[in-house]
């Protein structure tokens, strides 16, 4: 591939920028913000893990897990980050403690510690307020009627997990530019006419860019995978409140 445009430099617009960098000749990223500054991933909490709310499994939860794991071998293999700076944080000597305060929450989670006891197990409550130093009496001790710990899991601080996403990309193709100008759905063909391929993937907006049938609406866990019936244009939303009507 010669030249590859992406709209958007949030995880999923970095995520591909990520992907695809060795192969392309050149990588251009459109965003207002600079990298780390998108408006939806840099303010996510950065809490990685394949479950769901109640404990289930998401889907593709564990595959996206291992995918985004790997991604962070090979950002601390390139040494864009050292794993005891706090930045990211991953693997069974830091799992992610999770507090339930509703009886049928913690009734699932139970269920899934005893499922899968190398993934996630059951924290007593004494444990958990010891971890992360919080002493009774307390208010919110008080609502806690469980805790477990999900080893398959990690932390990252967003803005400079996706700084660190760019500087990958930029030492893996020397022609990678970001433009901090907003790329519009008027200028979209423009961009077409200069880019082998586009790749739209702003999240919540990029049903601005195409046309999508039927209308769609927002909800809760859902992907979008939208090919436009023009060879050069693929539009991807990484959008996790989208579904057809």
Not at 214 to 239: C, D
Request: aromatic share 10%; proline share 6%.
């Amino acid at each position: 591939i010669s030249s590859v445009g992406i709209v958007g430099g949030g995880f999923a617009g970095l995520g591909t920028a990520f992907q695809i960098c060795q192969a392309a000749e050149e990588v251009h990223i459109y965003d207002p913000f600079p990298a780390g500054a998108a408006k939806a991933s840099s303010a996510a909490g950065g809490l990685l893990h394949p479950f769901a709310p109640r404990g289930n499994f998401i889907w593709k939860g564990r595959e996206g897990f291992q995918a985004a794991t790997e991604v962070m071998d090979k950002l601390r293999d390139a040494q864009l980050f050292e794993e005891d700076d706090g930045f990211v944080r991953y693997g069974t000597q830091h799992p992610i403690l999770r507090p339930l305060f509703a009886e049928d929450d913690n009734k699932s989670w139970l269920k899934t510690c005893k499922n899968y006891p190398k993934l996630a197990e059951e924290l007593p409550r004494s444990e958990y307020m010891s971890a992360i130093g919080m002493q009774e009496p307390h208010m919110s001790a008080n609502n806690i009627v469980g805790c477990v710990a999900l080893t398959e899991s990690a932390t990252v601080h967003s803005p400079r997990y996706l700084q660190s996403l760019w500087k990958y990309v930029q030492l893996h193709c020397s022609k990678a530019q970001w433009h901090t100008s907003l790329c519009s759905p008027d200028d979209i063909h423009e961009k077409m006419a200069q880019h082998d391929v586009v790749i739209i993937a702003g999240g919540y907006a990029s049903t601005a860019f195409f046309p999508v049938e039927p209308k769609v609406k927002f909800v809760r866990g859902r992907n979008l995978h939208y090919r436009i019936n023009q060879p050069h244009l693929e539009a991807v939303s990484s959008m996790k409140r989208l579904s057809p009507v």
